[in-house]
């Protein structure tokens, strides 16, 4: 857990998406579409020193490697830059149970492409549901909606809420 958002004046505790700056291309994430890892990074180094981050073409998606949730809503923030798209980012969190089963699906939020012409921490986009009985590990899935242009995403975490007292 740690405080990479700081300095933007969210003091919340996250947990780091493995891989989740992209450093190691695209391992612990699987990709769909047009996606890729680029020359690039959010300019702030949250997560360490890095030069990479990924390329989400139209279309294209990622979804992280599972981590572990406590019964509580789960929030995700990233930071991510639009280059001349023409729609946004859906978030989507993955649950699954203990046997790896899809236990529910939750529309987190929508990056909208307004105001990320240069690197941003997104908002952080809330749940109003708590977690499907039996769910052990949450994923996130990043989507890009656009049709035209790329988003670029770096350093990826997930707000178990823990440090809420939730």
Not at 49 to 64: E, K, N, W
Not at 76 to 83: Q, T, Y
Not at 120 to 147: C, E, M, N
């Amino acid at each position: 857990m740690s405080q990479p958002f700081a300095q933007f004046g969210d003091s919340d505790r996250y947990c780091a998406f493995a891989n989740n700056g992209f450093e190691n291309g695209l391992s612990s994430w699987s990709a769909a579409g047009n996606a890729s890892v680029v020359p690039g990074n959010e300019p702030w180094f949250v997560s360490g020193p890095g030069s990479s981050a990924l390329d989400l073409g139209p279309g294209a998606s990622v979804t992280s490697a599972p981590l572990p949730v406590s019964l509580v809503d789960p929030w995700v923030k990233f930071f991510a830059r639009s280059a001349g798209v023409n729609g946004g980012l859906r978030v989507q969190v993955l649950f699954q149970g203990f046997t790896g089963n899809l236990t529910g699906i939750l529309n987190v939020g929508y990056v909208s492409p307004g105001g990320y012409a240069s690197w941003q921490p997104t908002g952080i986009q809330l749940s109003a549901l708590a977690l499907p009985i039996f769910t052990s590990t949450a994923r996130v899935q990043i989507t890009s909606l656009a049709s035209s242009g790329d988003w670029l995403v770096d350093d990826a975490y997930l707000d178990p809420m823990i440090s809420r007292g939730a």
